[in-house]
């Protein structure tokens, strides 16, 4: 029992709604501008709650050198979605070197997420069961309601 209430986390609609609005945000930006994840599962979980984009897993078996390259070969701009455990934040910072000029425009979505999730969560495959306990409902980036 004590595990299960460490995970406990209390409806916060109004929470849910700002986690929402920077979603929908970046879902607006990925129309034109490739999402940058770490893996497959954080790629599933944008695709679960709507994102259509380009979205680019960093670890698809190549060297970090040749993923950067390949990035900068092929877009101007990107948006670095990376996890922000421990791990996420090391990759974070050598892709974002790597990838220097392409991605300080958005930075701000990953900071703002981070604010908003980071007691609960540090991994973006997380961020839709996250909603789902703060509003009680699932995501949908697509749907926008004033």
Known sequence: MGKHRKNFVPIDPERAEKIREILHYLYEINKLVPIVVEGKRDKKALRDIGFDG??????????????????M???DKVVLLIDWDEKGEELYLKVGEALRGMWEDFASI?????VLCQKEISEIEDIPNLFRRLSGESLNVRVWED
């Open 54 to 71: 380009k979205i680019i897993t960093i670890h698809s078996g190549q060297s970090l050198y040749d993923f950067s390259e390949s990035v």
């Open 110 to 114: 990953r900071e703002l997420l981070k």
């Open 73 to 75: 070969n092929q877009f």
